[in-house]
């Protein structure tokens, strides 16, 4: 079974900074864009930030463009995302996400992510 694990996420201040881990097993490593959703009270689950397994430029949110980076550690099967100059608009829950890609380029279109892990929040107080 594929299983997506996040930990990290929690409060802070606005201005502040958190980060975010996603460890994944049984997922298969290749071809894959790997990445960040979130949903906030009430809203839909709105893409964040994603990155192929195997390179390339990222993709962002406008809304977070300058403030979160996305990274990965291949050997520890975990990805990464930093969050800096938090806001309180920045408060959701996250979502690790994986999909099968090929050697296309990562978006942030929700359903074309099959793996999800189960979330971790994230509080951003003013």
């Known amino acids: 079974d594929v299983q997506l694990v996040e930990s990290g996420g929690g409060a802070a201040q606005a201005g502040g900074s958190l980060r975010v881990s996603c460890t994944t097993f049984g997922l298969t490593y290749s071809n894959r864009c790997m990445g960040w959703f979130r949903q906030a009270p009430g809203k839909e689950r709105e893409g964040v930030a994603t990155m192929h397994i195997e390179g390339g430029s990222p993709v962002f949110a406008d809304s977070v463009k300058g403030r979160f980076t996305i990274s990965q550690d291949n050997a520890k099967k975990t990805l990464y995302m930093q969050m800096s100059s938090l806001e309180p608009e920045d408060t959701a829950m996250y979502y690790c996400?994986?999909?099968?890609?090929?050697?296309?380029?990562?978006?942030?279109?929700?359903?074309?992510?099959?793996?999800w892990g189960q979330g971790t929040q994230v509080t951003v107080s003013s």
């Open positions: 996400a994986a999909g099968w890609f090929g050697r296309a380029s990562c978006n942030l279109v929700r359903t074309d992510f099959e793996y």
